[in-house]
């Protein structure tokens, strides 16, 4: 079948890791087909999304509401609900599609590991963790790999946090321009419930802290990458299960803080410890975890696997975000597609 007649099914297209996919898909010649609230895909219309599905030759599903929040109660509720309600109903159109895609590639989570300050995670000895975040990407990762579909090779993207033009990346640096550039380090924290687990098997107890005076991991990946590894898996197809998408040179929040401010020109950044962090934090509506647990992360599979990462200096990376929007970063760096097969 000539490349310019396949089809690819991407669910979660709008957004920032979505649209720089689709435009990379396009690139290479698939004519795409977007899954969400409306046009000819939609949530809660099955029979839709088996017809989108069915023939495909790529599904990719990124569908999840954004944790760059508060953990109320309803926002607890709507990040588990949005990816495991959208990945059973993809899971339900794959099973009845008559022609299955031979590949489903979903995103799930490098938050699944452990707090780590002593040994990276890879795919073969990582250990997960507990809590509310690793609970949502356990139940995110079972429902995706749940039963059979013989048709259909699947492949989870651990990824770690995504540099470029998205909420991760406008949240650095808004901390390094806000005066809180320096080290953001751990401490003891008035108990709260907002990290409790989640979900069929919720798993954690009261908020931990670490004593990391700022030196915890900081695992990335840039949106280039992203892009990338969603076509290596593509084009070899002894991969599948869990792939981990994380550059192999992590940083740490010391480092990273540092860069931030060389890049925004802010030259002192004070350091922010945890009771600094909390009111920070609900004033940008987010979550001190995001920035203060240890993702000690490296994509062991890829590497093996014979995969170059375009981005393995922080500095690059994160200065390239500043200069190019996501879009013309997937179609400037990424090479065209390799298949062979």
């Known amino acids: 079948m000539d490349t310019l007649s396949k089809k690819a099914v991407v669910a979660g297209a709008s957004g920032f890791i979505g649209s720089s996919i689709v435009a990379a898909l396009q690139e290479d010649g698939y004519r795409t087909v977007a899954v969400g609230r409306r046009g000819e895909a939609r949530w809660g219309d099955p029979d839709a999304l088996v017809r989108a599905v069915d023939g495909a030759e790529l599904l990719v599903n990124l569908a999840g509401t954004s944790v760059n929040c508060r953990y109320t109660d309803a926002n607890r509720d709507e990040i588990l609900r949005s990816r495991v309600e959208t990945t059973r109903q993809l899971h339900e159109a794959v099973r009845r599609a008559s022609t299955p895609p031979p590949l489903w590639v979903n995103a799930s989570t490098a938050t699944i590991y452990r707090h780590a300050m002593d040994r990276a995670n890879t795919e073969a000895d990582g250990e997960l963790g507990t809590g509310f975040s690793v609970d949502v990407a356990r139940s995110w990762e079972r429902t995706f790999f749940a039963g059979d579909l013989p048709g259909t090779r699947r492949v989870a993207l651990r990824m770690a946090i995504v540099l470029g033009d998205g909420p991760a990346t406008r949240l650095l640096f808004s901390l390094a321009r806000s005066g809180l550039g320096g ?26 802290w670490y004593r990391t005076r700022g030196r915890q991991r900081f695992s990335w990946v840039h949106i280039d990458d992203v892009v990338g590894a969603v076509r290596f898996v593509r084009d070899h197809r002894d991969m599948r299960g869990v792939v981990n998408v994380a550059s192999p040179s992590p940083s740490d929040n010391r480092t990273l803080m540092r860069t931030l401010r060389t890049i925004v020109g802010t030259p002192i950044g004070v350091p922010a410890w945890r009771w600094m962090l909390e009111p920070a934090m609900w004033a940008l509506r987010t979550e001190p975890e ?3 647990k240890s993702r000690w992360v490296v994509p062991e599979r890829l590497e093996r696997s014979g995969y170059r990462f375009a981005h393995v200096d922080l500095a690059a990376a994160l200065r390239a975000t500043r200069t190019r929007s996501a879009p013309r ?13």
């Open 290 to 292: 995001l920035i203060l």
């Open 183 to 208: 080290p953001q380090i751990d401490g003891p924290l008035l108990p709260h419930r907002r990290y409790r687990g989640i979900g069929d098997e919720p798993t954690g107890g009261p908020a931990p």
């Open 329 to 341: 970063q997937t179609t400037a760096v990424i090479p065209p597609s390799t298949k062979t097969t």
